[in-house]
């Protein structure tokens, strides 16, 4: 299984753009790359995903690399409640959606 | 729109008791996973269904738990007798599969305490 790495916390300020960086120099052609997040005492959540070019949805955006070995979720204007960790996932097309999840990113967001 | 529901959401057993945790997924999604969460950890895969049938349980400790899905839909994830180290939180997830994404949607859990 293709591994994640990302920076084990983050720190931002409300209302202030984030960018979560994760590294995946092992990806594979057919590896999807998955963004979930989890809040405290909540089951993960997922944000958005991605194969090959950026995406867009209300939660966030997600810029792939052009060499897909790393990409970046990025929050537009953080708030108190993405404080959460986020964890950076890749999901092979014919593993039946199974997801490996790393140690994650916690973001912090201060006032 | 309902999401997935569990139960109990808080369990606390003595070691060597059995112990049992229910989910129900959102309707419609084919796909069921349990998943187990140690404290500071990410969620660890236990077990895939595609509706009633185990795909993958590649993960479950056998000799302990056991799951079962019937007619596709609830699921039930049991382990007999627990141990101190199973103290964890149990996800319970579900998914459809439109386009290979496979977006997975949680339950808020089953925290399992152990003493």
């Known amino acids: 299984d293709a591994k994640t790495t990302q920076p084990n916390s983050m720190e931002s300020n409300e209302e202030e753009p984030v960018h979560l960086p994760c590294n995946h120099s092992?990806?594979?052609?057919?590896?999807?790359i998955h963004w979930y997040r989890q809040l405290p005492s909540q089951g993960p959540e997922y944000v958005i995903h991605?194969?090959?070019s950026n995406v867009n949805n209300r939660m966030a955006s997600l810029a792939i690399a052009e060499d897909r070995k790393s990409s970046t979720l990025i929050l537009h204007r953080a708030t108190l409640r993405d404080a959460a960790v986020y964890y950076c996932i890749l999901m092979h097309y014919n593993q039946g959606g199974k997801l490996i999840f790393g140690q994650g990113t916690e973001l912090s967001v201060k006032p | 729109e309902a999401g997935v529901v569990q139960s109990p959401r808080y369990k606390i057993i003595e070691k060597k008791q059995p112990v049992a945790f229910w989910c129900n997924p959102i309707?419609?999604?084919?796909?069921l996973y349990w998943y187990r969460q140690n404290l500071g950890q990410g969620p660890e895969l236990l077990i895939r269904y595609e509706n009633e049938e185990a795909v993958d349980d590649s993960q479950l400790p056998k000799d302990r738990f056991s799951a079962e899905r019937l007619k596709g839909v609830d699921s039930t994830l049991k382990i007999q007798p627990a141990e101190l180290g199973d103290s964890a939180v149990y996800l319970c997830?579900?998914?459809?599969?439109?386009?290979?994404?496979?977006?997975?949607?949680f339950g808020p859990g089953t925290r399992l305490t152990v003493t």
């Open positions: 991605g194969l090959t």
């Open positions: 309707s419609g999604h084919n796909t």
């Open positions: 092992t990806i594979s052609g057919t590896d999807y």
């Open positions: 997830a579900s998914s459809t599969n439109p386009g290979n994404s496979y977006e997975q949607y």
